[in-house]
């Protein structure tokens, strides 16, 4: 298994600009999230979805899309970059059980917004 | 709403001795699991250890275990025979149902530093 995938590792955006990150797992994991980690705040839920065809809003959704058309990919869509989106960039899956296992993490998205 | 507190934004420690980080939280759930991550300058998010609320026993792996205190809402981290790699970013986590899906908080972290 590869586990849960990130791409690009960097990116770099002019403020306005539009991009998807993508992310995609092959454990077959019902619930997937993306975070984003800014110095001294932790990790921030920015979306979550349970299942395809479902998604919510976690702490920090405004300037962020997601969709989930398939249980494998859960795309992060920012639609006009600005500097506040600035920070790395995780996303995470899991199995949604009776006794809910730990997230898996991918390796992080580092965008820098000018 | 649930919220995690790490009250040390840093902490060292020699190598081959004890270290103990701090965690509180707080929630209104009866069921609930709570996490130490790990992240090394790689950026990865390692999984340490977890601990079932509804457990009295405390979590152990290795060289890692956690004192978890329920009434008190603390769930602090021990590590034990400190070595060079375990200088890293240290999260505490909960995770818990709210609204019917499942939700992962973080506390902000501890940075620890392993000294030789």
């Known amino acids: 298994n590869a586990g849960v995938t990130q791409t690009p590792k960097f990116q770099v955006l002019k403020t306005g600009q539009s991009m998807t990150l993508q992310c995609a797992q092959d454990?077959?994991?019902?619930?997937m999230s993306w975070y984003r980690q800014d110095p001294g705040m932790g990790l921030r839920l920015i979306h979550y979805s349970v299942g395809a065809g479902i998604t919510d809003q976690g702490e920090v959704p405004n300037g962020y899309n997601v969709s989930r058309s398939t249980t494998e990919d859960f795309p992060l869509r920012l639609l006009s970059a600005a500097p506040s989106q600035t920070s790395v960039y995780f996303c995470a899956s899991s199995k949604m059980d009776r006794d809910p296992l730990e997230q898996y993490f991918g390796p992080g998205t580092r965008l820098t917004v000018t | 709403a649930q919220t995690v507190t790490q009250s040390q934004p840093e902490m060292s420690v020699q190598e081959a001795e004890t270290v103990t980080l701090s965690c509180t939280y707080d929630t209104s759930e009866s069921n609930y699991y709570l996490f130490w991550y790990k992240q090394p300058p790689s950026r990865q998010m390692i999984l340490v250890i977890r601990q079932e609320a509804y457990k009295q026993q405390n979590a152990t792996e290795n060289r890692f275990s956690v004192n978890f205190q329920k009434a008190a809402k603390s769930f602090s981290l021990k590590i034990s025979d400190s070595q060079l790699g375990d200088t890293a970013m240290y999260f505490c986590a909960q995770k818990g149902r709210q609204g019917g899906s499942e939700k992962l908080v973080f506390g902000k972290g501890t940075k620890l530093t392993v000294n030789p």
């Open positions: 454990m077959n994991h019902e619930y």
